[in-house]
Structures are given as C-alpha cells and as structure tokens.
C-alpha cells in the first residue's frame, strides 16, 4: 500500500502564483524527495530532505519536513506555465530498499 | 545520456503474449529498482536489487512477472501471459547509497498497453 498521501489532489493557478503541496505519511522515515512528472513521462527528481533537516531550498522550491507530524510541504515559487505536471512524495523508511508513493498533487499553471 | 534509460518507450501486445522490458541504470549506481504506475496513481513497488541480488520483491510481482540483473549492470522485466490488467506504465530507478541516504533517480518508463 501507498504510504504518502499528497493534498490536495488537484491545484490550479495563475502563471506567477505560488504553489504549496502537502505530503502526509504513516511511518516514521530516513528522508521524503520530491518528484515531478509531465504526463506520460518518467519521474523526475527534484530534492531530497533528510528526517533531521526541517527545510531545505533549491531554485524556486522549498521543501519543509515536519517529522513530528509526519508531513513535507513543497512550495513552488513564481508559477510558470512549465511547472504544470503531477508531484509527488516518496518516503525512504530507512535502508533504501524502496521508496512509498503518494498519490501525487496535479498542478497546472494557467499562463 | 548518463540518466535511466529504458527500452521501449511503448510497448502495445496481445493478451497472453510474453513481454519483456531493458533498464540501464545510471553507470555507477548499484541498486536499481522497478515500479509500476497505473492512471491517476503514484508508483507502487515491484522488485529491488543491490548489484545482482534481488533481495525484495512486492507481493505484486506474480509468478507471471521475473526481473534479473545479470552482473549487477542493465535489468530487464519479463511479464508472461499477459492479461489486461497489467497495461501500466513500469518504471526503473537507479540509486547510490551515500551517506545514509539513497536518491533514487528515474527513466522515462515503458508504457504497455495489452489488448
């Protein structure tokens, strides 16, 4: 079974907004990364944040982790109409052995 | 190209057919791993290997389903007598273990689709 759960399901914005996705997940982790996938394609990585970081910041993401309430946040700053694609959470439980998905947050950016 | 690689990109069969799917990892990673993603879902595991070693398998792999990893380099999934059910996009990730943390990075993905 799927560990993350991503919220909300669907997002729609303006080109410039921001965008803020949630991850909630069950157990406790060794690190959570974020992934984008353009319809019909392969995964594409966008950060890694370890269970003892609470954010972490590469170009216009920002990623937060709160390992107290077991949830991430991933934060796209000034939308582009690029940036329309599914995100997804991945929790690594601790051996990288496998990677638990969410369901993912459909984000499209209105131009 | 160092990313994933993954061949073919479609992959369309007749029910019962054998199908069979290549992953090249990224060259120095030595876990490598596959999922599958049906519409509107995220991944969900298949099979995990450390260099050759397949040391996990989802209780999704059926006896229909084999992946091997002969020499710890490329990977291939096998899916016997297909059925309707398993049209889905399977994906293959590769990962280096640093530091205590593995990033698994992802190919584009074989998308089948079984008549």
């Known amino acids: 079974s799927q560990q993350g759960e991503e919220d909300p399901q669907a997002l729609s914005i303006q080109e410039g907004e921001n965008a803020t996705m949630n991850c909630s997940y069950k157990t406790s982790i060794n690190n959570l990364q974020w992934y984008r996938q353009n319809s019909g394609r392969g995964l594409v990585h966008l950060i890694l944040i370890r269970s003892n970081e609470r954010e972490k910041h590469s170009g216009r993401l920002r990623v937060t982790l709160d390992t107290s309430k077991k949830s991430s946040s991933l934060l796209i700053t000034a939308s582009r109409a690029a940036d329309t694609a599914s995100y997804f959470c991945?929790?690594?439980?601790?051996?990288?052995?496998?990677?638990?998905f969410g369901t993912g947050t459909s984000l499209t950016v209105i131009p | 190209d160092t990313g994933v690689s993954q061949d073919p990109r479609h992959k369309i069969t007749k029910r019962g057919q054998n199908v069979t799917f290549r992953c090249d990892p990224i060259?120095?990673?030595?876990?490598l791993y596959w999922y599958r993603q049906t519409l509107g879902q995220g991944p969900e595991f298949l099979t995990y290997?450390?260099?050759?070693?397949?040391?996990?398998k989802s209780r999704l792999l059926s006896d229909r389903f084999s992946a091997e990893r002969p020499k710890g380099s490329f990977s291939t999934l096998e899916i016997q007598r297909t059925e309707q059910g398993d049209s889905a996009m399977y994906l293959c990730?590769?990962?280096?273990?640093?530091?205590?943390?593995?990033?698994?990075?992802f190919g584009q993905g074989t998308r089948l689709t079984v008549v």
């Open positions: 991945a929790t690594d439980p601790g051996n990288g052995n496998q990677f638990y």
């Open positions: 060259s120095e990673h030595n876990r």
């Open positions: 290997f450390q260099n050759e070693a397949q040391l996990e």
């Open positions: 990730a590769s990962s280096l273990r640093t530091g205590g943390n593995t990033e698994a990075f």
